[in-house]
Structures are given as C-alpha cells and as structure tokens.
C-alpha cells in the first residue's frame, strides 16, 4: 500500500529522502514476518490487515462451480472487483490520511481524529480480537521442540498454536505472536498452524510458520511434507512445469533422483523454512494437495517436533531406550485388559499399569554414556506431561498408535505430582514414575508402597463387592422363586456383618499415614483418580441398604409369624379347655399311647378311663376348631382390603 503511494510521488520528482524512513522500515518488517508489536490497536501494518480484511467474505473465494453458465461467472467476477477494489480504496485513504497527518506508523495517537476509515480498521480489528478468543478456545496449544538456525543442533521449546479459521482475518498473526495470557512460556506462539477451510485448495489454506526472531525453522516438516504429498499422488503428481525458487528443489530437480520437481510443491519460504504453505490450485482448478489438516500436515508436524522425539530413558529393567519403545508393565490384574471400540469403564474397574522412566544423566548413570547420547535438557512442559502419560492413557491401543497426535491425553485427564527426585503422572489407567535428574534420589520405595496400597485397597473394594452382590443376588432369587431358594434373615445378618467387618479391617490395613506432604498429595490423586471414593461410597451405601433390607425382612417375618400363630393358634387355645374331657385317661408313658388310641386295654387291667380318646369329642373340637381359625382369617382379610381403601 504505501509502494502505491510513494511510486507515483517518486514519478512527480518528490525526493526519496522525502519519504518517512519509519514508514519504510514498518512495511519491510511487516513484509518479513516480524509481527511483534508492543500496541497491536496502534500499529498501522495490523490496523491495514483488519481493515482490508475486513470487507472480504470467505464465500467470495471459493472455488466457483464448474456448471456455471458465463453469466453467473461474469457476475461473480464483478462482485469480487468490487469488494477488491472497495478494500484497496478504504485502505488507500486511510494511508494517505495518516501521512498527511505527519503520524507515525506507530504508536498512531489518535485514530478517532485521523478519518472514518481508521475508525473502522479499529472496529474490524476488535472484531477480530473476539474471534481469536472463540478460535483459541477450540484450537490445540502445544509446546514444541524446534530445530534452531545453524550448526551445532540446538533446538529450543516453543509454544504452538494449531488454529482453524473460520471468518478470514487479516490480524490472526499478530494477535497470536504478542499473547501473554494463553501460552505457557508467556511469550505469544512462537509457532502458527493456520487452517482456512474457506479457501481449501488455493494454497492459502493450509500454512505453518515460525517467528522469524526465535531463530527456529522447519526442514524437517517440509521434507516430510513434500514426502506424503508424493504418496498420496501415488506417482501422478504433475511434475511437466516444475516451480522455480524452492531451495529445497534447486533448478526445479529433486536432489535425489535429479527428476523434475512438482508443478505445486509445499512452500519452503526460499530455504529460510520459516513458513511453509500448502500447493497451490493446478491449472486445471483442481487443488495442489491431496493431504488433510488433520490426519496428515498435523501428524507430520507432531512426529518431527513433538517434545519426547529424541529423549531416551532408562526403563524398569535396567536398559536405556528410546521414550516410545518404553512400555507399561500391569500392576493389577483383577481387571481384563480395555477394549479401545468400547467405552471406557470407571476408573476403579480398569487395569492398571505402571511405567518408570529414569532419565540417562551420565554423572548419576555411567552407564548411559555408553548407551546413547545424553538427552539434551528439557523443560517439563505441560505437552510433554501428557507425552509421558500417553503409553498409559493411551494402553488399550497398539504400540504404533499410542503417541499420535490424535491420541494425546487431554491435560484434565491425569495428575502431575512433583516428589523428591522427580514427579508422579497418576491416569485412570496408571501411574508414569519419572526420575530426573535433581539432586534428591527418586523414593521408590515410598511411591511403591502409596501405589500398592491403592491398588490393595482396589482389591479390596472389588472383592468386597463381589460378595455384596453375591448376597443381593440371593435376596433377589429368593424375592423371584422362593419356593426353590430358601434365606434365612439371621444368617444373611450375620454374613452382612462379616463383610462390614472385613471391609473395614482391610481400609485399615491400606490406610496411609505419609508424613512427606507430597507423598500425602500422590495418595490423594491416586485415590481419586483411580476411583476409590466413589467405589467406596458406592459400596458402603450397597451394605447399608442391604443391612436395612435384612432387618426390615427379619421384622417382617417375625411379624407374619407372630400373625400367623394368632390367627391359626388362638381358636385351638380357647376351645382346649371345654374338650379336654375327650383326652381322659391318655397315658403318660408314649408306648401306651398308640394301643390308647386304637381303644385295646392295657394288660394290667382295662378301665373305662383307659379305654381310648373320645373321638366324637374331638371331632367336635377340630370342626370348631377349623370354624374359627376361617372367622379369623376372614376377619383379617377384611381389615386389610379396609385399610387398603
């Protein structure tokens, strides 16, 4: 913009020393990348950005439809001429009109006062602040390690911002490079992955790019690039009018074979790798690249630079290996092992899996130094917690599969626990036990016992269930078919008891009693991310409304008994005294009693008192007898169906 004022100035014979020399050094900044600014509200490079920005609409440049009729296509064309020229117009004017105020490109004082159009380059530029605050609640942060510019191999941790968007703007970059609030170093994203959808396979829409001022590049991305885009065109990529400039095919040749390089390679920013960007469209209007977003630019990106790439360690058998061949050993096995297509199950029925990393420091490990080079020291950054996690969270699924990007362990998941020597990653699925490099030894004895103590106390809760359920089961068959299942309420009360008794015996014995608070705060997250209060509290509310339910039972029965003895045992009770006279004479001796009930005599002598029972008597007693023991029933059939009213 300012080239298209000070051409034709230079045309009419102003002189080039006439030209404010901070304008000319914003603009060659801005051109190379340098976007940190210290008032981005009063930096006119970014205020030009939002306001040409602003007038554009995504759906303007999509590829148009290939059934177009000439009309339509003449119409579309017109329509984007004028919001083009719309845009160049406002941006013109409010150029001029800052030169003419003799204003600074920035700090700019006052832009209410300079013209309408900085007022509105201000307003786009709000409008774009608030949908970078939408776009970073749903992008992905992460810190990683780049390569840095010239010999030696250093690489240093940058945060990265892998962001899609969805309204065009033109201050995005900006915005993200001078972020002090959302990353975690605090000093904006050093690197951008910025996906356009809107404009998918012009180019524009996919492209990562480094802060100049980090000293980073991106060889390794490119190259990995260039490599899928190869395989994914399956030897059809057009190659017939190779692109010249690319340091990375110089004179249009691959390097290797020396064949003709693509007509639509990834951009590699003339060698400097600070920004690469996707192909651009064919000339027959289909798109350059055949990779997605997601599955392929990202994943490149993450296999080249993810922060555990290159670190090794010393793993629980005693060999030091790479961080990804370093597997996970189950330390509890009441559990089958996780089905990945199925949804996972509570905390407290998942297995569990313990992995120790003992980082390789040749002055605490002479025997690392013959093993590998030393790891190059590392900040224990959040995206590298959530590396060391993956092989826990991630167990379930094959060994190739668990350190994608796509699979990488939200940062809410686990718990990172700093102890003596190190730090403790607790996950659902397990703990990650890593030893740095300080001067205090990693306990291990102590995290062993906090770890086996939970998991003991997981066993517990699991067998303790078991039996709970087991009883509940019996209560439920006996409720379904009681005449085939029989349960006696006292000897179920006593088996509650004795699964009370053993629950807290065994919640005793696994108690912790840890004086070092951090240990304190390791048992803690393990306890609660392993599920053991709600698996607790679960199971001691089962046993309590199974206690209540026994009890209740046991009192219900006892009172059915009680009802059945009056209804059926009081009539006998009453009547027994009028008919004793039938009974005369029974003998107390029992071997007489069958003879006195046939009526045959005794062999010492034969009496009428012995001469057997007197069976009209007590055929009267039982008809009576029967006759109110029915009233009864009746009776108390009919206040129940009252009280049921």
């Known amino acids: 913009m300012l080239g298209l004022i000070v051409l034709p100035a230079r045309l009419n014979g102003v002189p080039a020393d006439a030209v404010p020399r901070a304008w000319i050094a914003a603009v060659a900044a801005w051109e190379q990348g340098q976007s940190r600014v210290a008032e981005p509200f009063a930096h006119w490079p970014t205020l030009l950005a939002a306001l040409g920005h602003g007038y554009w609409d995504s759906e303007l440049f999509r590829q148009p439809?290939?059934?177009?009729?000439?009309?339509?296509?003449?119409?579309?064309?017109?329509e984007v001429n004028a919001v083009v020229g719309a845009a160049w117009l406002a941006c013109l004017r409010f150029t001029v009109a800052l030169l003419a105020a003799d204003s600074p490109p920035a700090p700019i004082a006052d832009l209410s006062s300079v013209c309408p159009e900085a007022a509105r380059a201000a307003a786009f530029l709000r409008y774009e602040a608030e949908q970078y605050r939408h776009a970073l609640d749903h992008a992905e942060t992460l810190q990683l390690r780049l390569p840095m510019q010239g010999p030696g191999g250093r690489s240093r941790i940058v945060d990265a911002c892998l962001i899609e968007e969805q309204a065009l703007a033109g201050a995005m970059k900006v915005l993200l490079r001078n972020d002090r609030v959302h990353p975690w170093l605090g000093d904006g994203f050093g690197l951008i992955g910025l996906y356009r959808p809107a404009l998918a396979g012009t180019g524009a829409d996919m492209t990562i790019s480094v802060d100049p001022a980090l000293g980073v590049h991106l060889p390794d991305l490119w190259r990995a690039l260039e490599r899928l885009e190869d395989a994914a065109?399956?030897?059809?990529?057009?190659?017939?009018?190779?692109?010249?400039?690319?340091?990375?095919?110089?004179?249009?040749?691959?390097?290797?074979?020396?064949?003709?390089?693509?007509?639509q390679p990834w951009w590699d920013d003339r060698g400097s790798y600070t920004l690469i960007a996707a192909p651009g469209r064919l000339p027959d209007g289909t798109a350059g690249s055949r990779l997605d977003w997601r599955e392929d630019v990202l994943e490149a990106l993450w296999?080249?630079?993810?922060?555990?790439?290159?670190?090794?360690?010393?793993?629980?058998d005693g060999v030091?290996?790479?961080?990804?061949?370093?597997?996970?050993?189950?330390?509890?096995?009441?559990?089958?092992?996780?089905?990945?297509?199925?949804?996972?199950?509570?905390?407290?029925?998942?297995p569990k899996h313990r992995l120790a990393l003992r980082w390789p420091h040749p002055p605490r490990d002479p025997a690392a130094a013959a093993c590998a080079a030393a790891n190059e020291p590392v900040?224990?950054?959040?995206?590298?917690?959530?590396?060391?996690?993956?092989?826990?969270?991630?167990?379930?699924?094959?060994?190739?599969?668990?350190?994608?990007?796509?699979?990488?362990?939200?940062?809410?998941?686990?718990?990172?626990?700093?102890?003596?020597?190190?730090?403790?990653?607790?996950?659902?699925?397990?703990?990650?036990?890593?030893?740095?490099?300080?001067?205090?030894?990693?306990?291990?004895?102590?995290?062993?016992?906090?770890?086996?103590?939970?998991?003991?106390?997981?066993?517990?809760?699991?067998?303790?269930g078991a039996e709970a359920s087991a009883l509940l089961d019996g209560m439920d068959q006996h409720i379904r078919h009681r005449r085939w299942v029989s349960l006696t309420a006292a000897g179920n009360l006593d088996r509650l008891t004795g699964i009370k008794v053993a629950l807290r015996r065994g919640l005793d014995q696994t108690a912790g009693a840890n004086a070092d608070p951090r240990l304190a705060a390791l048992r803690a997250s393990l306890e609660r991310r392993w599920g053991i209060g709600d698996r607790l509290e679960h199971l001691e509310r089962t046993i309590?409304?199974?206690?209540?339910?026994?009890?209740?039972?046991?009192?219900?029965?006892?009172?059915?008994?009680?009802?059945?003895?009056?209804?059926?045992?009081?009539?006998?009770?009453?009547?027994?005294?009028?008919?004793?006279?039938?009974?005369?004479?029974?003998?107390?001796?029992?071997?007489?009693?069958?003879?006195?009930?046939?009526?045959?005599?005794?062999?010492?002598?034969?009496?009428?008192?012995?001469?057997?029972?007197?069976?009209?008597?007590?055929?009267?007693f039982a008809g009576t007898a029967v006759l109110g023991m029915a009233l009864m029933a009746l009776g108390l059939a009919l206040v129940r169906r009252l009280r049921g009213r």
Not at 580 to 605: C, E, I, S
Request: proline share 11%; charged share 20%.
């Open 544 to 620: 309590d409304e199974l206690d209540r339910t026994l009890r209740a039972y046991a009192e219900q029965r006892a009172a059915r008994l009680v009802t059945r003895l009056t209804v059926y045992g009081l009539p006998p009770v009453l009547l027994v005294g009028f008919f004793d006279f039938a009974l005369t004479g029974m003998p107390r001796d029992w071997g007489a009693l069958p003879g006195w009930l046939l009526g045959q005599a005794a062999p010492t002598a034969a009496t009428a008192a012995n001469s057997g029972p007197n069976w009209p008597a007590l055929a009267l």
């Open 233 to 263: 065109w399956g030897g059809e990529r057009p190659s017939d009018q190779p692109r010249i400039g690319l340091a990375g095919y110089p004179d249009g040749r691959r390097p290797d074979t020396g064949a003709p390089s693509p007509n």
């Open 320 to 350: 030091v290996r790479p961080f990804e061949a370093c597997l996970p050993v189950l330390i509890e096995t009441a559990q089958a092992a996780p089905d990945a297509t199925a949804p996972p199950p509570p905390a407290a029925d998942r």
């Open 379 to 464: 900040l224990l950054a959040p995206t590298l917690q959530r590396c060391l996690i993956a092989p826990i969270a991630n167990v379930g699924l094959a060994p190739d599969q668990r350190h994608r990007l796509a699979r990488l362990p939200d940062p809410e998941c686990f718990d990172c626990i700093a102890v003596g020597g190190g730090v403790v990653l607790v996950h659902p699925n397990g703990v990650v036990l890593f030893d740095d490099w300080h001067r205090t030894p990693l306990d291990h004895g102590a995290i062993e016992t906090a770890v086996d103590q939970v998991r003991r106390r997981l066993v517990l809760l699991a067998q303790t």
């Open 65 to 78: 439809p290939t059934d177009d009729t000439a009309t339509e296509q003449a119409a579309r064309a017109c």
């Open 303 to 316: 296999t080249c630079y993810k922060p555990s790439g290159a670190l090794r360690f010393r793993c629980a």
